[in-house]
């Protein structure tokens, strides 16, 4: 009777163990047994909503094991030609990066195609004729985000009858965003003959440029100016101080819809110095480096994913700060 107990005893705590042995990891953040190297070039650090860009991916390719090559292209587009060609050099398993303009890289791209190395584009979309360079493009919806802005805008005004002069503050020429958030934004104002942009000019997503395009456009347009579209939010800040040292009221004497959604249009919103900000979320990391494990491991993923956002007005930025991740 006693063999027969001990015998019990060991072969429940032998099974005890070999279940321990074989746990799979839960969370998915475990290094894979083979680590994968990641070249990312990464346009510059023009805004807040770039910093968090970055931030997101380098610490997601931490969390997931993965190796990561970052190089900052510093707005250039030769640098991140160079960056690419370097990963290739380097043999990576996966190129990711995200585009200055859209045009322009179909020669480095098939570069990496005959290398073998697999491309996805994160961000901002290219311009190509052969989409068998990439794998996959990972975007926000630009086109969308300035139709959402331009609805914001044209409800908000829906009882103006009067003539609404409008001055926009474009990113960067040849951009994706610059271009899509621009024609979105036209598409819908069209449709309201009385608001009409009279003044758009180029300020890089920069909050300093942002604060210098202002301030000519004050100097050019004064007190005509009723609404400043701002394709981020970097810009629309830059450009609040330059309405306040000109000495009017901004969110107040000129209405602000700019695109982001980062904490510092929601600190402006709450201060009543901006309306409306539509959302682009940067925090794109884990979906890339899942992307990227799929693509190692010969998963097809699909061709185009959409991040999604929201609109926000400033009557609701107080309750929605605390949520803000970037
Ligand atoms: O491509 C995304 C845009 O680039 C963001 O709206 C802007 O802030 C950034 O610099």
């Known amino acids: 009777m006693k063999r027969l107990l001990l015998f019990v005893i060991l072969s429940t705590t032998l099974l005890f163990l070999t279940t321990c042995e074989k746990k799979e990891p839960v969370s998915g953040n475990e290094p894979y047994p083979e680590s994968i190297v990641l070249g990312f070039s990464q346009l510059g650090a023009e805004s807040d909503w770039r910093t968090a860009n970055s931030e ?8 997931a094991g993965i190796q990561l090559m970052f190089s900052d292209g510093q707005q250039k ?14 043999q990576v398993d996966v190129i990711a990066f995200s585009p200055l303009v859209e045009s322009g890289w179909d020669t480095v791209l098939k ?30 919806d630009f ?3 300035g139709k959402k802005a331009g609805k914001w805008l044209v409800e908000k005004l829906q009882e103006t009858k009067r ?10 020429m040849g951009s994706s965003p610059t271009i899509l958030r621009k024609e979105g934004f036209e598409e819908i104002i069209k449709e309201r003959p009385n608001i009409q942009i009279i003044q758009s000019v180029c300020a890089d997503f920069m909050k300093s440029k942002g604060y210098e395009a202002m301030e000519e456009l004050l100097k050019l347009e004064g007190d005509k100016i009723d609404v400043l579209y701002a394709h981020n939010d970097d810009m629309a800040i830059g450009a609040i101080k330059a309405i306040e040292e000109y000495g009017l009221k901004p969110g107040k004497d000129i209405i ?6 980062n904490r510092g249009a929601f600190e402006k919103m709450i201060e009543g110095k901006l309306n409306c900000t539509v959302e682009c979320n940067p925090l794109l990391g884990p979906m890339l480096m899942q992307a990227v494990r799929d693509v190692v491991a010969g998963i097809a993923i699909p061709k185009r994913i959409i991040i999604p956002g929201s609109v926000f007005p400033e009557e609701v930025a107080a309750q929605e700060l605390e949520n803000r991740k970037y």
């Not at 602000?256 to 959604?261: E, F, L, N, T």
């Open 56 to 63: 997101s991916i380098k610490t997601a390719a931490r969390d």
């Open 77 to 90: 587009q030769e640098n991140q030609i160079k960056a690419i060609r370097s990963f290739i050099a380097n």
């Open 111 to 140: 570069e990496a195609k005959d290398a073998g190395i697999p491309v996805i584009i994160t961000d901002r979309a290219i311009k190509t004729e052969d989409d068998s360079l990439y794998v996959a493009l990972m975007c926000s």
């Open 143 to 145: 086109r969308e985000e």
């Open 163 to 172: 003539d609404i002069n409008v001055v926009e503050l474009q990113g960067n």
């Open 256 to 261: 602000i819809v700019s695109i982001d959604a």
